[in-house]
């Protein structure tokens, strides 16, 4: 009998990073991949969020006229031609969004490997394999093959929508860690009326201002990258109030 090795490797933790700044693409720099579109794309991006970067892993003969796309678009501090890697996961969870913008693809895995990691994915619907992955607006963006301006709007969209990452990103761990009931609200309506009840916590200047039940609940579960998202949220204006005895919910105002 013979045995042929799996050559496949493990995705391993951990995901994604949703409070990184960071856009992330992987694969040859050749006319197939499409990335002559992508810096296209991200440059009137980059330009209005220059706290967001692009970082591209790969290697091949278009890298010259991709660095000159770049400096000609002047993005070069936000947009960054690395080398191959060997740990495309690693890569991954140190960004939030990964972009597909191929000419054509036979079956692009990497999208699937991006989804398991966590990412929000923006992709071109080009022949073939993308439209079987995602579905539109549902578990990421697709758009039509080569448009490079509806490619720009959906980076922004994603860009733009970091809010809601990091919202998914607080519920996700702390129904990891069995609070199931608790649930994300946005608003913009003063919310006076709960503060300051024995109910409400209170995050503020990266602690919680009030131990009391909502605060404590969290803070137990000594979650670094829980606190540095709810400190993401704070840091952008956004106040955040804990309700676990009484509407069970974390609400989220508006700046």
Known sequence: MWRLPNTVRAIEPPRADLTARR??????????????????????????HPDWELK???NGHTKQRLQARIDQEQIG?????????????????QASVYALSSRFEGFPLVLVEAMSKG????AFDCPT????IID??????LVPAKDVEALSAALLEM??????????????VLRAFGFTEFQAKLSTKPTEKFVGT????????????DKKAGGQAIDRLKSSTLKAAISELNGKGYKIYVFPDNDNHIHIQNP
Request: charged letters at 25%.
């Open 23 to 48: 856009i992330f693409a992987a694969g040859r720099y050749t006319p197939q991949k499409g990335y002559d579109f992508l810096i296209h794309a991200w440059a009137p991006v980059a330009r209005k």
């Open 56 to 58: 591209i892993c790969g």
């Open 77 to 93: 501090d936000q947009t960054t031609l690395a080398g191959p890697t060997d740990d495309v996961p690693g890569e991954m969870a």
């Open 119 to 122: 990412m929000a994915c923006v």
């Open 129 to 132: 394999g993308p439209a079987d």
């Open 136 to 141: 539109d607006h549902r578990n990421g963006l």
């Open 159 to 172: 860009v733009e929508d970091e809010l809601a990452s990091l919202l998914d990103f607080v519920l996700s």
């Open 198 to 209: 024995r109910y409400t916590s209170t995050f503020k200047d990266g602690a919680w201002e």
